[in-house]
């Protein structure tokens, strides 16, 4: 079992930024790709980025590249995403999870965090 709890979240004025943390514990994350979802009131869970095992690979979504970062730490069993030039649209809560797969589908994760609320206002 892998235990993921999620931090970081805040409120923050539209263009700021946050870094928003997903630390793991009961299982190393190494074997693990690791992905960030989020979902905004009424809307259903979407795909934010993902991490492969190594940190070699990363994806995100068309609506956050170019101003979100993800990244891991093995050695810390943490995984990051460093969020800049937030919009009102960016709000949500933010969900981390781990599975075998570098995957865009929420049904490819095993291990989900409990989420971290992010709200930009205008």
């Known amino acids: 079992q892998v235990q993921l709890v999620e931090s970081g979240g805040g409120l923050v004025q539209a263009g700021g930024s946050l870094r928003l943390s997903c630390a793991a514990s009961?299982?190393?994350?190494?074997?693990?790709?690791m992905g960030w979802f989020r979902q905004a009131p009424g809307k259903e869970r979407e795909f934010v980025a993902v991490i492969s095992w190594s940190g070699g690979k990363t994806y995100y979504a068309d609506s956050v590249k170019g101003r979100f970062t993800i990244s891991r730490d093995n050695a810390r069993n943490t995984v990051y995403l460093q969020m800049n030039s937030l919009k009102p649209e960016d709000t949500a809560i933010y969900y981390c999870a781990a599975g075998v797969a570098t995957s865009y589908y929420s049904g490819a994760y095993n291990y989900w965090g409990q989420g971290t609320q992010v709200t930009v206002s205008s």
């Open positions: 009961g299982r190393t994350l190494s074997p693990y790709a």
